[in-house]
């Protein structure tokens, strides 16, 4: 739905309260979710361990980002002005990258005794 909505030129951003934007938000918590479920159940093998790492902060990077777009949405300043709003979305684009890093590494690498 999103997709289709910027396809025809209209606007999709984290936090805002069109039907595009509640669509995009929705779908950045439920990832959250999912990874820190994912976090705190993998499978704990001596290989888990960056998994789990990897999950969390995908987790933890989703989770600041919807924040930060639900902050900024709500802001009655330009958010690219504001220190604190760049730090946070600054944290939370590093802590994804961390996190696909991390995963990638751990599923890259074969569990020992395999």
Do not use: W
Not at 11 to 34: D, E, F, K, M, N
Request: aromatic share 4%; net charge positive; glycine share 16%.
């Amino acid at each position: 739905m999103a997709i289709g909505i910027a396809v025809r030129g209209g606007t999709v951003y984290v936090g805002g309260g069109q039907p595009s934007s509640l669509v995009v938000t929705a779908s950045l918590i439920l990832g959250a979710a999912g990874f820190a479920v994912l976090a705190l159940a993998a499978h704990r093998a001596p290989g888990g361990r960056g998994r789990r790492f990897g999950f969390g902060a995908l987790a933890v990077g989703l989770a600041v980002t919807v924040v930060s777009g639900i902050l900024s949405a709500a802001s009655t300043v330009d958010p690219l002005e504001s220190l604190p709003m760049l730090v946070l979305s600054g944290f939370g684009t590093m802590a994804i990258i961390v996190g696909i890093i991390a995963t990638v590494m751990s599923l890259a690498t074969p569990e020992p005794g395999s």
